[in-house]
């Protein structure tokens, strides 16, 4: 009976913003995402556990339809990193080609690790962190009307764009910031990640073929040569 009291006020400290609620929070977003995107997804994943929350409330809801998930979030991860290379990223006067992973191309050795790295650190990590852990607290602060979810997505979109700046620079800032608006109101709409995953990391390795192969200029130029 004790051990069960004690576990429901771990609970409830955990899902409230006292101390204990905030300092999860802080490492979850802060300390994990600084040294290990996937160690804050686990950290999340705890949370959820401990915290006794809903694991739809972080968007984990089984898709009615497996493969149409798939496919969907792979083709829109495509197409969306096809637009931003050769459309929005040229607009906003960004270098074609990304400084920061060039190292990448034609790198064989270094591909297996970057290709982990997209699947399991950005398609995991990212969105159970910044969609489904930060829209869950900030959703128990602002309410679920549709000026909260607005500030929310707005909120995690430049958190997100920003905790890109250090390894990308400003043009990591523009991506990012454009994606989290993006992701951020489907999930506001939907309520469901399985797919954002499946985006997030076919958009990451999408960028990681084009690297490889060393297609960024020609993309990024195919539009507005």
């Not at 686990?42 to 493969?67: D, K, N, Q, Y």
């Not at 096809?82 to 990223?89: G, S």
């Not at 992973?101 to 790295?117: E, F």
């Not at 954002?196 to 999408?206: E, Q, R, V, Y």
């Amino acid at each position: 009976m004790t051990h069960s009291s004690d576990d429901e006020r771990l609970a409830r400290a955990l899902r409230g913003f006292g101390p204990l609620g905030v300092v999860a929070a802080l490492v979850i977003v802060l300390v994990g995402n600084a040294y290990f995107i996937p160690i804050a997804g686990l950290l999340v994943l705890a949370w959820v556990h401990l915290s006794r929350t809903p694991w739809r409330e972080i968007g984990f809801v089984r898709p009615r339809h497996w493969i149409v998930t798939i496919v969907v979030g792979i083709v829109f991860g495509v197409a969306f990193k096809l637009f931003m290379k050769a459309i929005v990223m040229p607009l906003l006067g960004a270098d074609p080609i990304n400084q920061a992973y060039h190292y990448l191309a034609g790198n064989r050795a270094a591909l297996p690790g970057a290709i982990w790295m997209m699947i399991v650190s950005a398609g995991f990590g990212e969105e159970t962190v910044f969609r489904g852990f930060l829209f869950e607290r900030l959703g128990k602060l602002f309410g679920s009307r549709t000026w909260a979810k607005a500030a929310i997505v707005v909120l995690t979109s430049a958190g997100f764009g920003i905790a890109h700046y250090a390894s990308q620079g400003l043009p990591g800032v523009q991506q990012a910031t454009i994606f989290g608006l993006v992701f951020g109101s489907i999930f506001a709409i939907t309520g469901r990640i399985w797919m954002l995953m499946i985006t997030h990391a076919a958009f990451d390795l999408t960028a990681l073929a084009l690297i490889y192969w060393n297609l960024e200029t020609k993309v990024a130029r195919f539009v507005f040569n």
